[in-house]
Every structure is written in C-alpha cells, then in structure tokens.
C-alpha cells in the first residue's frame, strides 16, 4: 500500500508556482497535508461564486460600521497542513495588515461553490479544518440551487426562498435562490 507524504503549510508556500504548457498558474490547495490540483472552475462557478461575493460586497458597503471585508479566492493558512483559498471569504478588515503572503487563520466565513471535481471527503475536511480554526461559519453552495450552513454546533439547509442569515452580518438577510439567479 503506497503512502502519500505529508508536507506543512510552510513547505507548500515554499514551493514555486506551476504552470501549464500554456502557460497557465496550475491552482493548488493543500489539505490535510496533502497537495490537491484545482482545476479551472465552470463558468457557473464563477458566476455563482462572484455573485455572491456582490451580494456581500453590496451588505458591507451599506455597512460600513461592520469591521468585515470580503475577498475572492484569497489565501488562508488555517493550520500548519491546511492552506485553502475559499471562493469567497469574510473576515475581520484589521487581519488584512497582517504580514506574510497569505492571511493566517481561518475566515470568520468561508464560502465554498462546489464542483463537480470536488470530493466528499475534501469538502468535510476543509469545513472542519474552517471551523476548528476560527470560522464562525461555512456556506456551502451545491449545484442544485442549495445552501448548507454549518456551524460549531448545527447544519442549516436552505433552498428556495428561504433565508440566509448569519450572526456576524446583522440584518444580512438574503433568499437562497437570490444566489443563483445569475448562475
């Protein structure tokens, strides 16, 4: 039985970029230790993912007493063998003066739009890895129009009209189908 190596957060970010024959930044995250290749994400993707990241761009600009910013696939060193670059993530404005490459720390929210290449196993590995390491919450966004919400202590599952709340964005309060309508 072949094993697989395990590197740290420190070992991955050491690492020079890869490129395709193209040309292209070959996109990775390490989880659990282990190197994971993304491939391009689906136009559905991106449209779903920068939807809502207007749709929260839009909240905190309404905001701007909430000491929340969000940002597009920006990198998180959440623990010494995790480093994850969430679709979208939101987190306290201050950790953007922090020093190093990446951010340190989970999001206080991790946004997540699965793919048809995501594994089961990946997706519940990086959601504990969120939440054990500083994620109040992680959004999960599934292809059949649904949201799963996961806390500390519950799964929340939305659809619909049904609405998307979270205690960190007071009066934040949005349709989970006001997520897809663009995708």
């Known amino acids: 039985m072949a094993t697989t190596t395990l590197i740290t957060s420190a070992e991955f970010l050491a690492r020079p970029d890869e490129f395709d024959q193209n040309g292209n930044l070959i996109k990775e995250e390490l989880i659990g230790g282990e190197i994971v290749q993304m491939p391009h994400a689906s136009k559905r993707h991106d449209i779903t993912k920068n939807w ?54 989970a999001p206080e929210i991790a946004i997540e739009v699965v793919s048809p290449t995501d594994t089961f196993r990946s997706i519940t590995r990086k959601i504990k890895a969120y939440l054990e390491n500083g994620a109040v919450s992680v959004w999960i966004f599934n292809d059949d129009g649904s949201i799963a919400v996961h806390t500390s202590s519950q799964i929340r599952k939305l659809s619909g009209e049904q609405k998307l709340e979270d205690t960190l964005l007071p009066g934040f309060s949005v349709s989970a189908s006001a997520f897809f309508t663009q995708a």
């Open 52 to 105: 809502i990241g207007r749709i929260l761009f839009r909240y905190l600009d309404a905001n701007p007493g909430i000491a929340f910013t969000a940002l597009i696939e920006a990198g998180f060193v959440v623990t010494d063998h995790d480093t994850f670059a969430p679709d979208v993530a939101v987190f306290r404005t201050e950790r953007l003066a922090e020093e190093g490459r990446l951010i340190n720390g």
